[in-house]
């Protein structure tokens, strides 16, 4: 899903997000990226955008919704708390996979 911030016809700000289905729990949402444009951030863009996704993944039937932030990036945690999210009592570690060109792993 890709919904898009405007102000006056010029595009502000996007999120987008993947639903995800799981065999033994259902559909959830994933937010995969969300940006603003500097000049309206602080205007409650993001917040917007965040509550329409949620909105979306609701109406979809999702379950829940989540994303990944950094613990120092305080302006995404505030835009996420300001949308209705909460943060989990355990802090979950992510782990990656880096490929080379040519699909392998990069040693």
Known sequence: HLLVAYDRNVAVGFVTGVEMTHPDKGTEMFVYELAVDPNAQGMGVGR???????????????YGMWVLA???NAAAIRTYAAAGATEPAVASVMVSWTFDDDGHRDA
């Open 70 to 72: 950094d613990q120092d």
């Open 48 to 62: 917007s955008l965040v509550t329409a996704l949620a909105d979306v993944a609701k109406h979809r039937g999702c």
